[in-house]
Nanobody, 118 residues
């Protein structure tokens, strides 16, 4: 059974930092693109960042220069370092694995809440 489990969410003041982790189990994702998405109530899930098997990264314009995605294939884990957080970053953050198409992924975690207070 493949599982993606996110952790590291929480409450932080504006300007602060958080580091999200996504640990995969049941199979290895070392040869697959991994990504982070986020969603707020009443809005569609939006892309945040992705990292390819070779380490190539891609970011949404809204987080460029503030967020960094990375991966540790030995631990089957992907990370999202979030700095200079803003209230508009408040959302549930989801990890996704194995890209199948544009913004389509085969596996999803259950999400972790990030709340940024002003």
């Amino acid at each position: 059974q493949v599982q993606l489990v996110e952790s590291g969410g929480g409450l932080v003041q504006a300007g602060g930092s958080l580091r999200l982790s996504c640990e995969a189990s049941g199979r290895t994702f070392s040869s697959n693109t991994m990504a982070w998405f986020r969603q707020t109530p009443g809005k569609e899930r939006e892309f945040v960042a992705a990292i390819g098997s070779g380490g190539t990264t891609n970011y949404a314009d809204s987080v460029k220069g503030r967020f960094t995605i990375s991966r540790d294939n030995a631990k089957n884990t992907v990370y999202l370092q979030m700095n200079s957080l803003k209230p508009e970053d408040t959302a549930i953050y989801y990890c996704a694995g194995e890209k199948r198409g544009v913004l389509r992924y085969a596996y999803w975690g259950q999400g972790t809440q990030v709340t940024v207070s002003s």
